[in-house]
Protein backbone atom coordinates (compact mmCIF):
# COMPACT_ATOMS: atom_id res chain seq x y z
CA UNK A 1 0.00 0.00 0.00
CA UNK A 2 1.40 3.40 -0.44
CA UNK A 3 2.54 5.67 1.85
CA UNK A 4 1.47 9.37 2.08
CA UNK A 5 1.67 12.26 3.99
CA UNK A 6 -1.32 14.96 3.70
CA UNK A 7 -0.75 18.57 5.52
CA UNK A 8 -4.09 20.07 6.24
CA UNK A 9 -3.80 23.76 6.60
CA UNK A 10 -7.75 24.96 6.18
CA UNK A 11 -9.47 26.25 3.55
CA UNK A 12 -13.15 26.01 2.61
CA UNK A 13 -12.55 22.47 1.92
CA UNK A 14 -12.03 22.17 5.67
CA UNK A 15 -15.08 24.88 6.02
CA UNK A 16 -18.38 24.58 7.97
CA UNK A 17 -21.58 26.65 7.59
CA UNK A 18 -24.91 26.61 9.76
CA UNK A 19 -26.86 25.29 6.76
CA UNK A 20 -26.03 22.94 4.35
CA UNK A 21 -27.69 25.44 1.52
CA UNK A 22 -25.36 27.88 2.58
CA UNK A 23 -22.17 28.39 0.20
CA UNK A 24 -20.67 32.02 0.74
CA UNK A 25 -21.13 33.04 4.57
CA UNK A 26 -19.26 29.97 6.40
CA UNK A 27 -16.68 29.57 8.28
CA UNK A 28 -13.05 28.52 6.67
CA UNK A 29 -10.64 26.24 8.89
CA UNK A 30 -12.90 24.54 10.88
CA UNK A 31 -12.64 20.72 11.13
CA UNK A 32 -9.17 19.04 11.07
CA UNK A 33 -7.57 16.91 8.46
CA UNK A 34 -8.84 13.87 9.98
CA UNK A 35 -12.32 14.95 9.37
CA UNK A 36 -11.27 15.24 6.19
CA UNK A 37 -9.80 11.85 5.20
CA UNK A 38 -12.71 10.51 7.29
CA UNK A 39 -15.38 11.38 5.19
CA UNK A 40 -13.75 9.93 2.24
CA UNK A 41 -13.80 6.04 3.22
CA UNK A 42 -12.77 4.86 0.02
CA UNK A 43 -9.61 6.30 0.51
CA UNK A 44 -8.21 3.55 2.36
CA UNK A 45 -8.46 1.32 -0.70
CA UNK A 46 -5.13 4.10 -1.92
CA UNK A 47 -2.96 4.55 0.02
CA UNK A 48 -2.07 4.63 4.27
CA UNK A 49 -2.32 8.14 4.99
CA UNK A 50 -0.48 10.16 8.08
CA UNK A 51 -2.22 13.45 8.57
CA UNK A 52 -0.52 16.76 10.33
CA UNK A 53 -2.38 19.80 10.63
CA UNK A 54 -0.19 22.63 9.74
CA UNK A 55 -2.37 25.35 10.72
CA UNK A 56 -6.29 25.73 10.34
CA UNK A 57 -6.89 29.10 8.92
CA UNK A 58 -8.56 30.93 5.90
CA UNK A 59 -5.94 31.18 2.82
CA UNK A 60 -5.99 34.90 3.56
CA UNK A 61 -4.59 34.24 6.88
CA UNK A 62 -1.60 32.04 6.23
CA UNK A 63 1.47 33.94 7.43
CA UNK A 64 5.31 33.09 6.05
CA UNK A 65 5.94 31.09 9.11
CA UNK A 66 3.19 28.95 7.98
CA UNK A 67 5.12 28.25 3.96
CA UNK A 68 8.56 27.75 6.10
CA UNK A 69 6.64 24.75 8.53
CA UNK A 70 5.54 23.58 4.92
CA UNK A 71 8.57 23.51 3.15
CA UNK A 72 10.40 22.22 6.03
CA UNK A 73 8.15 19.34 6.74
CA UNK A 74 7.60 18.27 2.86
CA UNK A 75 11.70 18.44 3.04
CA UNK A 76 12.40 16.76 6.17
CA UNK A 77 9.48 14.15 5.22
CA UNK A 78 11.30 13.19 1.71
CA UNK A 79 14.69 13.05 3.10
CA UNK A 80 13.66 10.77 6.19
CA UNK A 81 11.20 8.28 4.18
CA UNK A 82 12.61 6.48 1.15
CA UNK A 83 9.55 5.10 0.65
CA UNK A 84 6.66 7.89 1.28
CA UNK A 85 5.17 7.97 -2.00
CA UNK A 86 3.77 11.70 -2.13
CA UNK A 87 2.42 14.57 0.03
CA UNK A 88 -0.83 16.27 -0.02
CA UNK A 89 -1.51 19.76 1.11
CA UNK A 90 -5.52 20.70 1.63
CA UNK A 91 -5.27 24.74 1.56
CA UNK A 92 -7.95 27.93 1.06
CA UNK A 93 -8.42 27.81 -2.72
CA UNK A 94 -7.48 31.86 -2.66
CA UNK A 95 -3.52 31.83 -2.24
CA UNK A 96 -3.60 27.87 -2.74
CA UNK A 97 -1.54 29.26 -6.16
CA UNK A 98 1.02 31.07 -4.04
CA UNK A 99 1.92 27.92 -1.84
CA UNK A 100 2.04 25.84 -4.80
CA UNK A 101 4.53 28.39 -6.68
CA UNK A 102 6.78 28.37 -3.15
CA UNK A 103 6.78 24.87 -3.17
CA UNK A 104 7.56 24.58 -6.69
CA UNK A 105 10.56 26.64 -6.39
CA UNK A 106 11.92 25.25 -2.85
CA UNK A 107 11.25 21.07 -3.24
CA UNK A 108 13.68 19.21 -5.71
CA UNK A 109 12.44 15.69 -5.15
CA UNK A 110 10.58 13.66 -8.07
CA UNK A 111 7.70 12.35 -5.86
CA UNK A 112 4.30 14.23 -6.18
CA UNK A 113 3.39 17.48 -3.91
CA UNK A 114 -0.33 18.34 -4.67
CA UNK A 115 -2.62 20.93 -3.29
CA UNK A 116 -5.83 20.77 -2.95
CA UNK A 117 -8.90 22.54 -1.76
CA UNK A 118 -12.63 23.70 -2.61
CA UNK A 119 -15.26 25.93 -3.29
CA UNK A 120 -17.72 24.83 -1.39
CA UNK A 121 -17.37 24.37 2.36
CA UNK A 122 -17.70 20.35 4.11
CA UNK A 123 -20.93 21.10 5.14
CA UNK A 124 -22.31 21.98 1.55
CA UNK A 125 -24.90 20.17 -0.20
CA UNK A 126 -22.76 18.50 -3.14
CA UNK A 127 -19.29 20.10 -1.84
CA UNK A 128 -16.65 19.53 -3.65
CA UNK A 129 -14.04 18.79 -1.20
CA UNK A 130 -14.64 15.27 -0.92
CA UNK A 131 -13.85 14.17 -4.65
CA UNK A 132 -11.21 16.43 -5.49
CA UNK A 133 -9.34 15.39 -2.30
CA UNK A 134 -9.86 11.85 -3.68
CA UNK A 135 -8.14 12.71 -6.97
CA UNK A 136 -5.72 14.82 -5.43
CA UNK A 137 -4.49 11.15 -3.40
CA UNK A 138 -5.18 9.61 -6.74
CA UNK A 139 -2.67 11.92 -8.75
CA UNK A 140 -0.39 11.77 -5.72
CA UNK A 141 -0.09 8.00 -5.36
CA UNK A 142 0.27 7.81 -9.53
CA UNK A 143 4.02 7.03 -10.85
CA UNK A 144 2.61 9.37 -13.99
CA UNK A 145 2.89 12.52 -11.46
CA UNK A 146 6.68 11.82 -10.40
CA UNK A 147 9.14 14.20 -11.50
CA UNK A 148 6.13 17.46 -12.86
CA UNK A 149 6.65 19.38 -10.27
CA UNK A 150 4.34 20.50 -7.63
CA UNK A 151 0.66 19.98 -8.57
CA UNK A 152 -2.97 21.61 -8.26
CA UNK A 153 -5.60 19.25 -8.63
CA UNK A 154 -9.38 20.63 -8.69
CA UNK A 155 -12.74 19.79 -10.22
CA UNK A 156 -10.72 17.08 -12.04
CA UNK A 157 -7.95 19.21 -13.55
CA UNK A 158 -4.19 18.74 -13.06
CA UNK A 159 -2.41 21.98 -13.52
CA UNK A 160 1.00 23.11 -13.04
CA UNK A 161 2.32 25.27 -10.17
CA UNK A 162 3.63 28.69 -12.67
CA UNK A 163 0.80 28.69 -14.42
CA UNK A 164 -2.13 27.96 -12.47
CA UNK A 165 -4.61 31.02 -11.07
CA UNK A 166 -7.60 31.25 -9.60
CA UNK A 167 -10.24 32.55 -11.67
CA UNK A 168 -13.50 32.87 -10.41
CA UNK A 169 -15.02 33.64 -6.98
CA UNK A 170 -18.02 31.20 -6.98
CA UNK A 171 -18.75 27.52 -8.88
CA UNK A 172 -16.73 24.89 -8.76
CA UNK A 173 -14.41 25.57 -11.73
CA UNK A 174 -12.58 28.01 -10.65
CA UNK A 175 -8.93 27.33 -11.65
CA UNK A 176 -7.40 27.63 -14.57
CA UNK A 177 -3.77 27.83 -16.07
CA UNK A 178 -4.50 30.68 -19.01
CA UNK A 179 -1.16 30.40 -20.56
CA UNK A 180 -0.59 26.64 -21.07
CA UNK A 181 -4.01 25.37 -20.15
CA UNK A 182 -3.83 22.17 -17.35
CA UNK A 183 -1.46 19.40 -17.87
CA UNK A 184 -3.96 16.87 -17.58
CA UNK A 185 -6.62 15.32 -15.58
CA UNK A 186 -7.72 13.02 -13.13
CA UNK A 187 -11.07 10.43 -13.57
CA UNK A 188 -12.50 6.93 -12.54
CA UNK A 189 -9.85 5.25 -15.29
CA UNK A 190 -7.15 6.62 -13.18
CA UNK A 191 -4.41 9.62 -13.91
CA UNK A 192 -3.93 11.63 -17.34
CA UNK A 193 -0.75 13.56 -18.04
CA UNK A 194 0.19 13.90 -21.11
CA UNK A 195 1.90 16.80 -21.48
CA UNK A 196 4.74 16.37 -18.97
CA UNK A 197 6.76 19.12 -17.87
CA UNK A 198 10.36 19.07 -18.97
CA UNK A 199 13.16 19.35 -15.77
CA UNK A 200 13.67 22.40 -14.90
CA UNK A 201 16.61 24.05 -13.06
CA UNK A 202 15.78 24.51 -9.56
CA UNK A 203 18.46 26.83 -8.05
CA UNK A 204 16.75 28.22 -4.74
CA UNK A 205 15.99 24.63 -3.90
CA UNK A 206 18.72 24.60 -1.08
CA UNK A 207 17.87 27.69 0.43
CA UNK A 208 16.46 27.86 4.55
CA UNK A 209 13.95 30.02 4.93
CA UNK A 210 14.31 32.88 7.62
CA UNK A 211 12.02 33.65 10.45
CA UNK A 212 11.89 37.69 9.25
CA UNK A 213 11.10 37.97 5.61
CA UNK A 214 11.89 40.75 3.50
CA UNK A 215 9.30 43.17 2.81
CA UNK A 216 8.26 43.09 -0.65
CA UNK A 217 4.77 44.88 -2.02
CA UNK A 218 3.02 44.65 -4.99
CA UNK A 219 1.89 47.93 -6.91
CA UNK A 220 -1.04 47.93 -9.20
CA UNK A 221 -1.34 49.98 -12.36
CA UNK A 222 -4.23 51.71 -12.97
CA UNK A 223 -5.75 55.35 -14.19
CA UNK A 224 -3.88 58.40 -12.30
CA UNK A 225 -1.60 56.20 -9.75
CA UNK A 226 -0.61 57.34 -6.99
CA UNK A 227 3.56 58.13 -7.30
CA UNK A 228 3.29 59.27 -3.77
CA UNK A 229 2.73 55.52 -2.92
CA UNK A 230 5.69 54.41 -4.30
CA UNK A 231 7.91 57.37 -2.89
CA UNK A 232 6.34 56.25 0.32
CA UNK A 233 7.05 52.55 0.15
CA UNK A 234 10.88 53.80 -1.34
CA UNK A 235 11.07 56.15 1.58
CA UNK A 236 9.55 53.46 4.34
CA UNK A 237 12.36 50.87 2.96
CA UNK A 238 10.64 48.67 1.35
CA UNK A 239 12.99 46.02 -0.61
CA UNK A 240 11.08 44.32 -3.37
CA UNK A 241 8.65 45.99 -5.41
CA UNK A 242 6.55 43.87 -7.95
CA UNK A 243 4.82 46.66 -10.65
CA UNK A 244 1.67 44.74 -12.13
CA UNK A 245 1.77 46.79 -14.95
CA UNK A 246 -1.52 47.66 -17.81
CA UNK A 247 -1.51 46.05 -21.20
CA UNK A 248 1.85 44.06 -21.53
CA UNK A 249 2.77 45.34 -17.91
CA UNK A 250 3.49 49.01 -18.86
CA UNK A 251 4.12 50.99 -16.30
CA UNK A 252 2.77 55.05 -16.23
CA UNK A 253 5.01 58.68 -16.37
CA UNK A 254 3.65 59.02 -12.82
CA UNK A 255 4.97 56.13 -11.44
CA UNK A 256 8.29 56.36 -13.54
CA UNK A 257 8.94 59.70 -12.14
CA UNK A 258 8.56 58.16 -9.06
CA UNK A 259 11.31 55.63 -8.83
CA UNK A 260 13.29 58.84 -10.78
CA UNK A 261 13.43 60.83 -8.27
CA UNK A 262 14.40 58.73 -5.81
CA UNK A 263 17.91 59.39 -5.42
CA UNK A 264 19.24 56.29 -3.52
CA UNK A 265 19.49 52.55 -4.28
CA UNK A 266 16.60 50.94 -5.91
CA UNK A 267 15.07 47.79 -4.82
CA UNK A 268 14.67 44.45 -6.92
CA UNK A 269 11.52 45.49 -8.71
CA UNK A 270 9.59 43.30 -11.14
CA UNK A 271 7.11 44.08 -13.51
CA UNK A 272 3.94 41.29 -14.26
CA UNK A 273 0.58 42.63 -15.84
CA UNK A 274 -2.80 42.67 -14.82
CA UNK A 275 -4.50 41.28 -17.89
CA UNK A 276 -4.23 37.76 -16.54
CA UNK A 277 -2.23 35.94 -19.43
CA UNK A 278 0.50 36.38 -21.97
CA UNK A 279 4.44 37.54 -21.16
CA UNK A 280 5.89 40.35 -20.12
CA UNK A 281 8.79 41.36 -22.27
CA UNK A 282 12.00 43.83 -21.43
CA UNK A 283 11.64 47.21 -22.16
CA UNK A 284 13.08 51.03 -21.85
CA UNK A 285 12.42 50.19 -17.82
CA UNK A 286 14.60 47.84 -17.65
CA UNK A 287 17.63 49.65 -18.85
CA UNK A 288 16.96 52.89 -16.75
CA UNK A 289 15.29 51.14 -13.33
CA UNK A 290 16.82 47.73 -13.23
CA UNK A 291 13.12 46.57 -13.59
CA UNK A 292 13.03 43.24 -14.80
CA UNK A 293 10.39 41.11 -16.92
CA UNK A 294 8.91 38.46 -14.20
CA UNK A 295 8.59 35.35 -16.88
CA UNK A 296 5.12 35.45 -17.32
CA UNK A 297 4.27 35.25 -13.54
CA UNK A 298 1.27 36.84 -12.43
CA UNK A 299 2.36 39.42 -9.53
CA UNK A 300 1.48 37.28 -6.79
CA UNK A 301 4.22 34.89 -7.77
CA UNK A 302 6.73 37.51 -9.24
CA UNK A 303 6.36 38.87 -5.12
CA UNK A 304 7.43 35.30 -4.19
CA UNK A 305 10.04 35.35 -6.78
CA UNK A 306 11.20 38.14 -5.69
CA UNK A 307 11.08 37.43 -1.99
CA UNK A 308 13.30 34.28 -2.23
CA UNK A 309 15.73 36.24 -4.49
CA UNK A 310 16.24 38.47 -1.75
CA UNK A 311 16.12 35.61 1.02
CA UNK A 312 19.20 34.10 -1.32
CA UNK A 313 21.03 37.86 -1.24
CA UNK A 314 20.72 37.60 -5.25
CA UNK A 315 21.31 40.98 -6.79
CA UNK A 316 19.61 42.46 -9.59
CA UNK A 317 21.69 39.97 -12.20
CA UNK A 318 20.78 36.99 -9.86
CA UNK A 319 17.59 38.04 -9.90
CA UNK A 320 17.30 37.85 -14.05
CA UNK A 321 19.19 34.53 -14.36
CA UNK A 322 16.31 33.46 -11.84
CA UNK A 323 13.62 34.59 -14.13
CA UNK A 324 14.93 32.82 -16.88
CA UNK A 325 15.03 29.97 -14.95
CA UNK A 326 11.65 29.78 -13.81
N1 LIG B 1 -11.58 31.76 2.02
C1 LIG B 1 -11.17 30.49 1.55
C2 LIG B 1 -9.68 30.33 1.66
O1 LIG B 1 -8.94 30.68 0.77
C3 LIG B 1 -11.63 30.26 0.18
C4 LIG B 1 -11.50 28.82 -0.24
O2 LIG B 1 -10.82 28.02 0.35
O3 LIG B 1 -12.15 28.51 -1.26
O4 LIG B 1 -9.23 29.85 2.64
Known sequence: MNRLLLLATGGTIAGSADDSATLNDYTAGVLGGDALLAAVPQLQNLATI???QVANVDSADLLFEHWRALVERIRDAFAADPELAGVVITHGTNTLEETAWLLQLLIDDPRP???VGAMRPATALSADGP????QAIQVAVSSAARCQGVLVVMDGQIHGAKAVTKIATQGVSAFASPDSGPLGWVDDAGVHLPSAEAGRPKP??????????PWVTIVYGCVEPSGDWISALLGAGVQGLVFTGTGAGQLSERE?????AWDRLLPLMLRSNRCGSGPVYGDADQ???GLLPASGLNPQKARILLLLALIAGLDQQGLASLCEAA
Open 256 to 260: RSALR
Open 113 to 115: VVL
Open 131 to 134: LNLY
Open 287 to 289: AQF
Open 204 to 213: LAQIQLPNDW
Open 50 to 52: SVE
